[in-house]
């Protein structure tokens, strides 16, 4: 999938983000460690005994070049162009979160425009502002159609932008989305980046959920797995490992992207928002393990969430209450919009509130940006015995909720 896009072309990447003095200090702590466990048994000590810390960056390059992991694709890898020490094409950092706040003190500049779909998941805006000062612009995307991107809104709202003598500098897409679980088509991504190409704006597309798909009729289709991009220099994809592998906390996101320039300034970035070399060897420990990933976890991942969304969806059927249609994430998007009368932000917050001192939050709309107050995003990914205790709370408060309005206007 990723041999078109790590092979040759670009010039040279950055070095490896652990320096050589960092690499010859940590080892020779290692080697000192190993010497004075020489009273242990040979093979205990092989089975303990972690690979140097140089080893350790490169076999978590060579294991999260791209965030797909089936049996095959490391050894395509190791097989084809990818340079693991001279041109990585990615920067390993501790977290999404670190890796867009990189992203947008690498490329922007102050009141540089960032724009991106809303409702969206509400770090957007501050990983694009609280450094650089950009600005971040919403795509208001409507109910009515089910909060779908109209790519030809995109490309009116980048005009406008721009005839107004502002710089549009990024399109940034969560994929699948978060909170509306939608999954973009081959299609619509490669008009998203043509009309971004034609601006010469950049594609920042955050992947965090690639395996979490619930909807087997849905194929998730990588941006890296393209053979060819409108504009490669400008497009750079994100991964983190806690989504997908269920381990929040743990904090290590990846850059992939093809522009020697960025990677340049990520690099240096980089020292600030390192992730502990222990992490990289766990994180790449497990998903090395090729038979427990691909024959095991993501399969059944992906099974236990369908059967927590097919349960949600239906349960929240039987409350009336309307979902967004998606397709993957932990999430599902619902619309509680027949309960709040006034329909407003403030009497949204009050439901919220209502909910809380119910024992159960779920996230409001007007946190993720939604301009149509009334929805909330709703997490499923946890064991069943809690989702049906959340959702027998959520069915209470809203039948207080109700009888309350009901007494109110009477």
């Keep these: 999938m990723l041999s078109h896009m790590c092979g040759s072309g670009g010039g040279e990447g950055p070095t490896p983000s652990t320096e050589e003095g ?37 076999r978590a390059h060579q ?10 694709y490391t050894k395509m890898i190791q097989a084809n162009l990818y340079d693991k020490l001279t041109n ?26 960032v724009i991106t779909p809303t409702p969206v998941y509400g770090r957007i805006y501050t990983n694009f502002h609280d450094r650089s000062a950009a600005t971040v612009i919403p795509l208001v995307c409507s109910q009515e159609d089910d909060f779908a991107l109209n790519v030809k809104d995109l490309e009116k709202l980048i005009e406008k932008t721009e005839s107004e003598g502002r710089c549009v500098r990024a399109c940034v897409l969560l994929h699948p989305h978060n909170p509306l679980g939608h ?23 955050d992947e965090i959920y690639a395996f979490s798909i619930y909807n087997k009729e849905i194929k998730f289709n990588s ?19 806690s989504k997908d592998f269920s381990i929040p906390g743990f904090r290590l996101g990846v850059i992939h992207s093809l522009n020697p320039w960025v990677l340049s300034c990520v690099t240096t970035l980089s020292h600030y928002h390192s992730c502990p070399q222990v992490i990289q060897h766990a994180a790449a420990t497990i998903i090395n393990d090729e038979e427990w990933c691909d024959g095991f976890y993501l399969p059944t991942n992906q099974e236990r969430l369908a059967k927590a969304h097919h349960k949600i969806c239906q349960r929240l059927q039987e409350m009336e209450i309307a979902v967004c249609k998606g397709q993957g994430g932990l999430y599902v998007w619902a619309n509680l919009q027949a309960y709040l009368q006034p329909c407003t932000e403030e009497r949204e917050m009050a439901l919220f509130m209502a909910l809380v001192d119910g024992g159960v939050c779920i996230l409001p709309g007007k946190k993720l940006y939604c301009v149509n107050p009334g929805w909330f995003r709703i997490i499923f990914a946890v064991p069943d015995e809690e989702l049906e205790e959340g959702l027998s709370r959520i069915e209470v408060v809203l039948y207080v909720w109700k009888k309350n309005i009901e007494s109110d206007s009477s």
């Design 223 to 241: 941006v890296l797995g393209f053979e060819s991009l409108p504009d490669p220099q400008r497009t750079h994809v994100l991964w983190g490992f």
């Design 22 to 58: 960092m690499n010859t200090s940590l080892h020779t702590t290692t080697t000192t460690m190993a010497t004075q466990t020489d009273t242990h048994s040979q093979n205990h000590s092989e089975m303990n005994e972690l690979p140097p810390p140089r080893m350790i960056s490169q």
């Design 63 to 72: 294991t999260l070049a791209f965030p797909t992991f089936s049996s095959n």
């Design 183 to 205: 999954i973009y088509s081959t299609a619509q991504l490669r008009s998203i980046m043509e009309i971004c190409a034609q601006h010469e704006v950049h594609v920042i597309i």
């Design 88 to 113: 990585p094409k990615l920067i390993v950092m501790n977290g999404i979160t670190a890796c867009l706040d990189a992203l947008s003190h690498t490329l922007c500049d102050p009141d540089d425009v």
